[in-house]
């Protein structure tokens, strides 16, 4: 659900704003919503990649220190025969 927001411009950020969405065929709303969403999109991809390379590069400590128990309270035997991304 989409929500509205207010924002307080310069007038010639504005105006230089309403140009450039006018080329790409966009209300000034759109340009800034498509704007506000392409940089919380990248922010979040680049969170992700940083945590997948420090989870990668210390994956035998972690392991070492807290084990493989993928399923917590399962009886035993039964995480061998869980699929491994079933958690």
Known sequence: ?????????????????EDRAKRRG???QGYVADLIEQ????????FMTGARNFLGAYK???EAEL????YPGL??????????DAA
């Open 1 to 17: 659900m989409a929500k509205q927001t207010n924002i307080r411009l310069d007038e010639d950020v504005k105006a230089a704003a």
């Open 26 to 28: 966009l209300t000034l």
């Open 39 to 46: 940089d919380v999109n990248e922010s979040r991809a680049l």
């Open 60 to 62: 035998d400590q972690f």
């Open 67 to 70: 084990g493989e128990d993928r």
């Open 75 to 84: 009886p035993e035997g039964l995480a061998e025969t869980a699929p491994r």
